[in-house]
């Protein structure tokens, strides 16, 4: 069973920057779709990131250059680097990990079965 632990949710301020980690355990495969993704209060879940077996990144329209996800040798974390925050990103992030999922259904759409509680990022001004 797929075990999933985010950390580094904090609060920062606008512009400011976080790194968050996504633990994976309990995973014997490797070859993973591992996406973000963001719940605000009162809002839809969002995509925010995703990284397929291949190595290709696609991102929310919202990123605009400023995360990058990515993950170590292993397949055992899953980062994603916040830079220049936004007020408006104030959410719960949460990652997903689908094992030898091929890239061609690796997308937002996903219904991934592999979900961690989230960790909050809260941006002040």
């Known amino acids: 069973q797929v075990q999933l632990v985010e950390s580094g949710g904090n609060s920062v301020q606008s512009g400011g920057s976080l790194r968050l980690s996504c633990t994976v355990s309990g995973n014997p495969y490797i070859s993973n779709c591992v996406a973000w993704f963001r719940q605000a209060p009162g809002k839809k879940r969002e995509g925010v990131a995703i990284l397929d077996r291949d190595g290709k990144t696609t991102y929310g329209d919202f990123v605009e250059g400023r995360f990058t996800i990515s993950q170590d040798g292993a397949e055992k974390i899953v980062f994603l680097q916040m830079n220049n925050v936004k007020l408006e990103e104030t959410a719960m992030y949460s990652c997903?990990?689908?094992?030898?999922?091929?890239?061609?259904?690796?997308?937002?759409?996903?219904?991934?079965?592999?979900w961690g509680q989230g960790t909050q990022v809260t941006v002040s001004s």
């Open positions: 997903a990990v689908e094992p030898f999922l091929p890239p061609t259904f690796c997308d937002f759409d996903y219904s991934f079965a592999n």
